[in-house]
């Protein structure tokens, strides 16, 4: 399969800290993205990160790429409540479909 | 810009019964998606259209599900006969012409008793 496994599956902690959670693959890829669920929505994409980068910044966001180690973390700064969500990591393949395979998530909980 | 429209949101049938979801992705995308997410599990993509034409439909359980694209704008996914197993998310996604985002719809849930 070529889902990914996120790490750890469940994250909790208080507003202002920061949250790190971190995804493994398991086939070379073209782009690795980060995307949001919250209960009950669908998802938002927050980053996309491509194999030849290493490391990419999005406001509180900063995400790390190891192709090497086909692992990828993603850092939330000055963590809010309104963070509170389902993280997953997707990994785009490189037929060029475009298709998108999913990891299982991190449920993060930001306690006010 | 309209996002991704999903319907209904949510529905419960009985296991045997017949579903069908509705997608009509952002004005514009070519490609577009269906997902099942099953509770506590990330995505998994069941079927992917170019314009009208399926991509790839190597996930799909063929012997239940369906989809198409008739226009190549919106979609349907039919599921007949519905097991209990197929209670999931059922997500919509659509992708811009040379870019790698997705975006997604809000769902359907669905419920099989």
């Known amino acids: 399969s070529q889902q990914g496994e996120e790490d750890p599956q469940a994250l909790s902690i208080q507003e202002g800290e920061n949250a790190t959670m971190n995804c493994s693959y398991k086939?070379?890829?073209?782009?690795l993205q980060w995307y949001r669920q919250n209960s009950g929505r669908g998802l938002v994409h927050l980053i996309l990160i491509r194999s030849n980068e290493r490391e990419k910044h999005s406001g509180r966001l900063r995400v790390t790429l190891d192709t090497s180690k086909k692992s990828s973390s993603l850092l939330i700064t000055a963590s809010r409540a309104a963070d509170t969500a389902s993280y997953f990591c997707?990994?785009?393949?490189?037929?060029?479909?475009?298709?998108?395979?999913f990891g299982t998530g991190t449920r993060l909980t930001v306690i006010p | 810009e309209a996002g991704v429209a999903q319907s209904p949101r949510y529905k419960i049938i009985e296991k045997r019964q017949s579903v069908a979801f509705w997608c009509n992705p952002i004005s514009g995308h070519a490609t577009l998606y269906w997902y099942q997410q099953i509770l506590g599990q990330g995505p998994k993509l069941l079927i992917q259209f170019q314009n009208n034409g399926v991509v790839d439909d190597s996930q799909l359980p063929k012997d239940r599900f369906s989809a198409e694209r008739l226009k190549g704008v919106d979609s349907t996914l039919k599921i007949q006969p519905a097991k209990l197993e197929d209670s999931a998310v059922y997500l919509c996604?659509?992708?811009?012409?040379?870019?790698?985002?997705?975006?997604f719809g809000p769902g359907t849930r669905l419920t099989v008793l």
């Open positions: 996604a659509s992708l811009p012409s040379g870019t790698d985002t997705q975006y």
């Open positions: 997707a990994t785009g393949d490189q037929t060029g479909a475009n298709n998108l395979f």
């Open positions: 086939t070379s890829i073209n782009n």
